[in-house]
């Protein structure tokens, strides 16, 4: 176990590192930081100056090891906008943000397993089809539309929640909607055609043909299996809650790093822009790696192969 876990933080690693260098290559691309810095009307001789006391001055890869080495201690750089620390940025905003995400991660996973679950369990009824169509419906219906059809209803024509902002518990509402209308409808679909398959599993069929009351059978042998394979997609769909906080906190004015990030794409921010990102993937990376290390130890069979192999 400990040689598979292992395994699984170096792969988390190597995808940190490789986003990085990605993310920090087409920012240097981008744009000049000093000029952005200095203005159009810079003197040749002062975006020189600014150039070598950013460092950007230097090859590529030489300024992608020096902004690793700082940023591995913590330190992203400076605003260019801004002229704050990026830490202290991202420090402010990323609390709101995992809020957000813990609230859309926690109702969707709720909801998913209920409605999946009777949907698998009551197959080819109305309850599954009205399942299926949502579950269509939210994977076909943009993030931004939802937002607005959301907001256009329930804060403006019938003002019963705030369209922006973050403050009380109500203010969670329609973000958390808006982020969650996808990976509900990614939860249903995968835990209803888990359960059918479960469903029709010899196990199953041995322990109705002992008596056993329905409401057992479901509990006790058929979620927890049925189960698995949501576990092994869970930080994919944490994934699609992190990058789709870009165009909730956005459309919400939500105070969270991804409408840090927005606003620094639209400043040309490079040094925010690498930080948002990082955190991003490390979120993302670090998410994988505890469903991979929770899935290892309730399926024995795939830290058995990976140690095979």
Same mark, same amino acid.
């Given at each position: *176990?400990?040689?598979? !876990?292992? %395994?699984?933080?170096?792969?988390? #690693?190597?995808?940190?590192?490789?986003? %990085?260098?990605?993310?920090?290559? #087409?920012?240097?691309?981008?744009?000049?930081?000093?000029?952005? *810095?200095?203005? &159009? =009307?810079?003197?040749?001789?002062?975006?020189?100056?600014?150039? /070598?006391?950013?460092?950007?001055? /230097?090859?590529?890869?030489?300024?992608?090891?020096?902004?690793?080495?700082?940023?591995?201690?913590?330190?992203?750089?400076?605003?260019?906008?801004?002229?704050?620390?990026? /830490?202290?940025?991202?420090?402010?905003?990323?609390?709101?943000?995992?809020? #957000?995400?813990?609230?859309?991660?926690?109702?969707?996973?709720?909801?998913?397993?209920?409605?999946?679950?009777?949907?698998?369990?009551?197959?080819?009824?109305?309850?599954? $089809?009205?399942?299926?169509?949502?579950?269509?419906?939210?994977?076909?219906?943009?993030?931004?539309? +939802?937002?607005?059809?959301?907001?256009?209803? $329930?804060?403006?024509? $019938?003002?019963?929640?705030?369209?922006?902002?973050?403050?009380? &518990?109500?203010?969670?509402?329609?973000?958390?909607?808006?982020?969650?209308?996808?990976?509900?409808?990614?939860? *249903?679909?995968?835990?209803?055609?888990? *359960?059918?398959?479960?469903?029709? %599993?010899?196990? +199953?069929?041995?322990?109705?043909? /002992?008596?056993?009351?329905?409401?057992?059978? @479901?509990?006790?042998?058929?979620?927890?299996?049925?189960?698995?394979?949501?576990?092994?997609?869970?930080?994919?769909?944490?994934?699609? !809650?992190?990058?789709?906080? +870009?165009?909730?906190?956005? !459309?919400?004015?939500?105070?969270?790093?991804?409408? #840090?990030?927005?606003?620094?794409?639209?400043?040309?921010?490079?040094?925010?822009?690498?930080?948002? +990102?990082?955190?991003?993937?490390?979120?993302?990376?670090?998410?994988?790696?505890?469903?991979?290390?929770?899935?290892?130890? @309730? =399926?024995?069979? !795939?830290?058995?192969?990976?140690?095979?192999?």
């Amino acid at each position: *176990m400990y040689r598979y !876990i292992l %395994s699984r933080i170096l792969q988390a #690693l190597v995808t940190i590192v490789i986003v %990085s260098i990605v993310v920090f290559s #087409l920012s240097a691309f981008s744009g000049n930081p000093a000029l952005l *810095m200095l203005g &159009p =009307d810079a003197s040749n001789e002062d975006i020189a100056a600014m150039e /070598k006391r950013l460092g950007t001055d /230097k090859p590529i890869p030489v300024q992608y090891w020096n902004w690793a080495k700082h940023a591995i201690t913590g330190d992203l750089g400076d605003s260019i906008q801004l002229k704050r620390p990026v /830490k202290d940025l991202i420090r402010e905003r990323l609390p709101n943000s995992l809020q #957000l995400g813990a609230v859309t991660f926690g109702f969707s996973v709720v909801i998913a397993l209920v409605l999946g679950t009777v949907a698998g369990v009551m197959r080819g009824s109305f309850v599954d $089809f009205i399942v299926r169509f949502f579950t269509n419906i939210g994977h076909a219906a943009p993030s931004f539309w +939802v937002a607005i059809v959301a907001i256009s209803i $329930f804060a403006v024509r $019938f003002d019963i929640l705030p369209a922006a902002g973050k403050g009380g &518990p109500s203010t969670f509402v329609l973000p958390a909607v808006t982020l969650g209308m996808a990976t509900i409808a990614g939860m *249903m679909r995968l835990l209803r055609s888990s *359960m059918i398959e479960v469903l029709a %599993s010899d196990y +199953v069929r041995v322990a109705r043909a /002992k008596g056993l009351e329905p409401r057992v059978v @479901i509990l006790r042998h058929a979620i927890r299996n049925a189960l698995l394979p949501l576990i092994t997609v869970a930080g994919l769909l944490l994934a699609t !809650i992190v990058t789709g906080s +870009v165009i909730a906190e956005t !459309i919400f004015a939500w105070p969270g790093i991804g409408l #840090l990030g927005f606003r620094a794409i639209q400043e040309h921010d490079f040094p925010v822009i690498q930080g948002v +990102v990082l955190i991003g993937a490390v979120t993302i990376a670090f998410a994988n790696l505890v469903v991979d290390i929770l899935y290892g130890y @309730i =399926d024995p069979r !795939i830290r058995l192969h990976r140690s095979a192999s």
